[in-house]
């Protein structure tokens, strides 16, 4: 039984689509996982503490929420850490990833795929080539801490509201841009009140797929064999896939007249520098890091 | 004995009001000055809305006892009328099983997500979320209180019970 | 999945309230159908409430309490009586054009047909109306507010359904007029040939009614925040229940009077009251739907549906015809929470409009809260009235046929609904 609270044909969704095909194929059908989409059985909050409590066997969470858990996770949401998705992909795969399966099961968790969530850009009402554009804008951010403080740094006025609200307080002027993913970006029709999309690439974010660790380990041998072979390679189809989505998509803004700018990012990079020390508060953060960006 | 726990109850209870007024109080007040600080002072708190959520979870819990207290509960008691005296008072020790059994569920569950509170802190404020899960057992308990000042004289008493509906 | 409702059915017949019914029967089915550990049961409690949008109720309820306290009725009742109290059956028009008024304020029923009730029912025996249609028309135009903007109802509907707040309220805007007008000319034909106690009727005046318009201005700019600030997207309907809350304050403290400080800590634990039990239903709920949709309640139904009919027109008679019934026997917040996670999703595969189809339930409800033998704007009216619900009962078929026309509108004329939201929220 895993659930998540995204739409049954999102980008998180087909990993873990994914994820069951392979499983399923692996062990002849012998094992499967029944997946509740949408939140339907629980907010992304709760599929973890659902996960810890045994009353979900699986969830697939933002890295975001799993690092209240798993605090060395945190360093995965720092914004400019990865330029792209294929990079984000070889840092998952490499050292790192045995350093992120420990950390999980430092907290009962076992870790069994690390997914892209999609790369965050910037739509606004006007064109951003450099850091200086977004000088006073009102940014519409997440509520969360580090995301207001990144664009508080990057001088902008960072206004957290909710996701539902974000279309009318564009329109309304009530703010000026927002940051988030080029298929939100799409779905939602936020082109028609913010014409200009701006590739910055601020945040390169990651869901992860958990277990109980005590429920994985009951599990039999040749399952658990399976399972986190299949959480490997979902993850680098899904990753693949992300990427493969994002291309005709930005065409398509293009062609609907949308100015789509590949702005200069070093200006935000060395803003993100000094955010990253306030972060990092661990030496298992500081490890994490290392093996992620080295 | 008696005069005791009447006392104890009308501690109780106040103190429930008294939260009750602050914790509605505290929800305006924050909601306010998150839209005054967007339009007036240009200037977004990033916990308004999490910390005014947290008072709802609180205020729901507390109030589900007050509104045990003054009968606001809705509920179709009509069709037991036409069972006879008997069968009428099976049913309702029934209920009462039943209802003190889902809410002592929901207080043990509780003690599972606190110790996790204790872990997790929130989004915004950076507070354990055990500061607002542990609005579960208490407001609860309360109302299973409630409950019980409410149904018990119907089960046991005389045929003609009222709760209280004055505070 | 038939001996989980079936069980929850027993249980609401048991005499405990909804609120457990809900809790026991989602507990029941959780301990004898799955082997999921309890303590789902206290975190589907807590997710229940832990909701930022849901917060406009506690805020809506408390304006409402303080406006039935505050004065705010009663110079709705001047403005009506000033605007239609020319009319033969005056009274009738009154409640229905005050209804109306009140809905555009608040946002539930009962509330407003007592105070309806309370202020015009006395004055309608005085002139020897029919009070068993009185009671009536008043508790219908009680109904009306949850159907016109703001609506506690229609908040649960978007939340559960995952649409915005702001569409589904300018939905129900047109709906709600034409059952008022509607009502109204239902009225003035039963009043025309009704005899002389419909006669009895003031003059019209102009400067009544502009005095009766300045009294209730202060009042009349609650609709305009309150709507108008969710859809020109400057606040949030949380935020706009709380400027509607708090403009109500300093109305009823500051204007009218009618309440001092010393009044709201009392009214504030009333509206507490109200709030936790509309809210700890939500909870309760949550554990109820939260089994359902793990048992693949949502699937079966779909499947099920589909081997029925393939047309959206047969599908919508079935979910009306059931939606009345499931309104005339339950309590609609509780209805809403257990119904609209399955239904809504089935809809929308049969290409009906999201905004459409939550519109179309909240009417549905809205009538359920008139619809004998369980409808809380039917009991209010009957108790002011001092009459039994069965003597109600027997004139209640009147409003609802106009209700009922409209209804069909929704059903089958989308752009009756998705006019209105489809010009502010593309
Ligand atoms: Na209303
Ligand atoms: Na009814």
Not at chain 2, 14 to 32: E, Q, R
Not at chain 2, 101 to 107: A, N, P, R
Not at chain 2, 126 to 153: C, D, H, K, N, R
């Amino acid at each position: 039984k895993a659930g998540h609270t995204n739409v049954v044909d999102s980008i998180q969704a087909q990993g873990l689509q994914k994820l069951r095909d392979l499983l399923e194929e692996k062990t002849d059908g012998q094992a499967t996982i029944e997946i509740f989409p949408n939140g339907q059985i629980g907010d992304e909050a709760q599929l973890v503490e659902g996960v810890i409590l045994g009353t979900v066997d699986m969830a697939q969470v933002s890295n975001s929420t799993l690092s209240n858990f798993v605090q060395d996770l945190r360093v995965l949401d720092m914004p400019f850490l990865f330029s792209d998705i294929p990079s984000l992909s070889v840092a998952l795969d490499g050292p790192a990833k045995e350093l992120m399966q420990q950390s999980a099961q430092g907290s009962g968790f076992e870790l069994i795929g690390s997914y892209s969530s999609g790369i965050r850009h910037l739509m606004t009402k006007k064109d951003i080539n450099t850091i200086d554009d977004l000088a006073n804008l009102k940014i519409r951010t997440m509520q969360q801490p580090m995301h207001v403080e990144a664009f508080r740094a990057y001088g902008a006025n960072p206004t957290p509201m909710a996701y539902s609200e974000l279309y009318g307080a564009l329109q309304s002027g009530v703010v000026d841009g927002a940051e988030g993913a080029t298929s939100d970006y799409n779905a939602q029709k936020f082109y028609e009140v913010a014409d200009h999309f701006s590739l910055v690439g601020w945040l390169n974010l990651t869901s992860q797929i958990v277990m109980k660790q005590s429920k994985f380990d009951a599990l039999p041998e040749d399952v658990q064999v399976a399972l986190l072979e299949a959480g490997t390679e979902s993850a680098t189809w899904q990753r693949q896939y992300v990427v493969e989505q994002e291309e005709p998509l930005l065409q398509e803004l293009a062609d609907k007249g949308i100015s789509v700018v590949k702005p200069d990012t070093s200006g935000f990079r060395a803003a993100s520098k000094p955010l990253y020390d306030g972060f990092i508060e661990t030496d298992s953060q500081r490890v994490l890091f290392e093996a992620l960006t080295n | 004995m008696i005069r005791i726990c009447s006392r104890v109850l009308t501690f109780i209870r106040t103190i429930v009001n008294m939260s009750a007024v602050l914790l509605i109080t505290l929800m305006m007040a924050l909601i306010f000055a998150q839209i005054l600080g967007r339009y007036v002072f240009n200037f977004s708190i990033a916990w308004s809305e999490e910390m005014a959520t947290f008072a709802q979870v609180w205020l729901v819990m507390l109030g589900a006892g007050i509104a045990m207290r003054r009968g606001q509960h809705v509920g179709i008691d009509m069709m037991i009328l036409y069972f006879p005296m008997w069968a009428q008072r099976l049913v309702k020790v029934a209920a009462f099983a039943l209802v003190v059994w889902f809410l002592g569920v929901v207080i043990v569950g509780s003690t599972g997500l606190i110790a996790i509170g204790y872990i997790v802190k929130s989004t915004a404020l950076q507070v354990p979320m055990a500061a607002v899960y542990y609005a579960l057992p208490i407001g609860m308990s309360y109302f299973l209180l409630e409950f019980a000042i409410a149904t018990l004289p119907q089960i046991f008493g005389s045929q003609s019970s009222d709760t209280e509906a004055a505070t | 999945m038939s001996v989980v409702f079936g069980g929850f059915v027993l249980l609401v017949f048991s005499g405990m309230p909804i609120v457990f019914a809900l809790g026991v029967g989602g507990l029941l089915a959780i301990q004898l159908m799955t082997d999921v550990p309890l303590s789902i049961v206290a975190q589907r409690i807590y997710g229940g409430v832990n909701s930022f949008t849901l917060m406009a109720i506690p805020f809506f309820v408390t304006a409402g309490v303080v406006m039935e306290a505050g004065g705010i009725a009663r110079r709705f009742v001047d403005l009506a009586a000033a605007l239609v109290g020319w009319i033969t059956g005056s009274l009738y028009l009154v409640g229905i054009v005050t209804g109306t008024g009140l809905a555009a304020i608040s946002g539930s029923g009962s509330a407003d047909t007592a105070a309806v009730g309370s202020i015009l029912m006395p004055e309608m025996k005085r002139r020897g109306y029919d009070v068993d249609l009185a009671a009536s028309i008043i508790a219908a135009s009680g109904a009306l507010a949850p159907i016109i903007p703001p609506s506690i109802i229609m908040i649960i509907v978007a939340v559960t359904a995952n649409e915005s707040i702001g569409a589904m309220f300018l939905g129900g805007v047109v709906p709600g007029l034409m059952i008022a007008v509607a009502m109204g000319v239902t009225c003035w034909l039963i009043a025309r040939r009704g005899g002389e106690a419909y006669r009895d009727h003031t003059a019209f005046s102009g400067r009544a009614l502009w005095q009766a318009f300045m009294s209730a201005l202060p009042a009349l700019t609650l609709p305009v925040i309150i709507v108008g600030g969710i859809v020109g997207g400057i606040f949030t309907a949380t935020e706009a229940a709380c400027i509607a809350l708090i403009v109500t304050l300093l109305v009823s403290l500051l204007i009218y009077r009618e309440i001092r400080l010393v009044d709201l800590p009392a009214l504030f634990v009333k509206s507490v009251g109200l709030s936790a039990a509309v809210l700890m239903i939500v909870s309760t709920a949550s554990v109820f739907s939260w089994i359902i949709a793990t048992l693949g309640a949502p699937e079966m139904l779909d499947t099920w549906m589909r081997s029925i009919t393939s047309s959206p027109i047969i599908f919508l008679l079935i979910v009306n015809i059931f939606l009345l019934i499931i309104g005339m026997f339950m309590e609609s917040i509780s209805a809403i929470l257990i119904i609209v996670p399955v239904l809504m999703p089935i809809a929308v595969s049969f290409g009906i409009d999201p905004v459409q189809f939550g519109v179309m339930t909240t009417l549905n409800l809205s009538i359920g809260l008139i619809t004998p033998p369980y409808g809380i704007c039917l009991f209010v009216s009957a108790v002011v009235a001092e009459r039994r619900i069965e003597q109600v009962s027997r004139r209640v078929w009147i409003p609802l046929i106009p209700m009922l026309i409209v209804l069909g509108l929704v059903a089958y004329v989308p752009e009756v609904v998705l006019t209105l939201p489809r010009m502010f929220f593309p």
